[in-house]
């Protein structure tokens, strides 16, 4: 720590999965691609390259420096990057790769492109991970005096063929956790087998109940999530069907990841059976839990309550009234392609407020959510002041036709009345390459 500010590091790791995400930076450095997979046999080299661009136009534009380096990175349940030295992983391909420029300078409006090499070593086969992280020359400080430098990672993602790994995976955990909840229990620690029915006492805000799961990569083999919950009735009826969302889709081998979905709809008293299920892109099945709901009379009537209020409209939060401009998002990218949106949120009210942003897709259909990237999922805003929340999409190559997401806005504290605010996204992948 030098001078009488405090440092900190601003960084995001996001990607098709974990591909690595953007933390805006003011200065108008652009890197690309964010993600790229990467096959190499064993023994053998490969190049792949990362783009750097000085996206600044206007006159006043000055050069900006950049320093590139390769690090290790490992993401927690909750979906967070934390970046480590290379080499300090078991999956680590950092120590692999060497790149044959570390600092640049580009003049506004310019780009460059930096060559990088991996060297596989004979023994190597199966997945690997490292990421390039680019850190900004310029830094800035807030106006408590902290200084901020700006990083942006690029994912690289290296497969060595030699091994073919299955996709594995259970349901570690679920439960159903009311708010207001103190102390909730999970109800099977030891999966679906361990289960059991638990009623759950006291008084509760009247907000929806959530179930949350945690998803276990058992095998060595990455792949992307989606799982939806089904709530039936006694008489086997589905009651209540929608999607589990989390931070990140992607899960890498061994990691867990947990998964959440709000039940905003009254349900009468009743026992009913709770079933998630997650498609991770195995052939031989999917990971699947159930566990027994028991609603009362007291809940029946907490959860009729918050529905009558219906899903919060901006002003409805103490303090808050948010405006978010467009009311809609639509793009149309080709296969393989990368796209950026932008959406501006105001804080008309006269709170600061709280902002948790999530990119949802839908339950019954091909879901294009892990390919679109918020640089800032949680953010504060204060009294009048607004933010520009950039998505980025990155479209795989496979992809065609029509794809619907929503981009979920919740505003206000955990605790507290939360504003939740819904913006369609609509995208359209037709044609080649971009």
Known sequence: ?????????????????????????????????????????????????????????????????????????????????????????????????????????????????????????????????????????RKSRTASGVHVDFRIASGVFVTVPGRTFPKRARVASCEVVWPGQKGSRNLFPE???????????????????????????????????????????????????????????????????????????????????????????????????????????EQSALLAKAAETGPPTPGKAPGAAIEVVPKALAAKVPPGGFRSLKLTIKNTGQETVRCKATVVGPADAPSPASWILLTSDTFVLAEARSKNLPLVIIVPSEAAGSYKATLVLEVGEVDGDRQRIEVPIELTVKGGKG
């Open 191 to 297: 999966g679906p087998e361990g289960c059991c029915a638990e009623k759950v006492p006291g008084t509760f805000l009247p907000e929806p109940l959530k179930v949350v799961a945690v998803l276990q990569n058992t095998g060595q083999a990455r792949f992307e999530a989606a799982g939806q919950v089904r709530i039936s009735n006694s008489q086997g009826r589905t009651v209540f069907k929608g999607p589990m969302t989390t931070k990140r889709a992607r899960v890498l081998g061994g990691d867990t990841r947990r998964f959440e979905c709000v039940l905003d709809k009254p349900l009468p008293p009743c026992e009913y059976t709770v079933r998630v299920e997650f498609d991770y892109g195995s052939q031989w099945g999917k990971a699947q839990a159930r566990l027994p709901l028991v609603i009362s009379a």
């Open 1 to 137: 720590m030098r001078g009488s500010g405090t440092r900190i590091i601003a960084a995001a790791v996001a990607g098709m999965a974990v591909g690595l995400l953007v933390q805006t930076a003011p200065a108008g450095m652009v890197v690309s691609p964010l993600k790229q997979e990467v096959t190499v046999k064993p023994g053998r080299t490969a190049t792949f390259y990362v783009s750097l661009s000085n996206r600044a136009r206007n006159p006043q534009a000055t050069p900006l420096s950049a320093h590139l380096e390769v690090m290790d990175f490992a993401v927690n349940e909750a979906g967070a990057v934390v970046f480590k030295p290379p080499g300090t992983l078991k999956n680590s391909a950092s120590n692999w790769i060497t790149l044959t420029k570390a600092d640049v300078t580009l003049e506004p409006d310019r780009g460059e492109e930096i060559e990088c090499t991996i060297n596989a070593p004979y023994s190597a086969a199966g997945e690997y991970y490292s990421a390039i992280v680019v850190t900004m020359g």
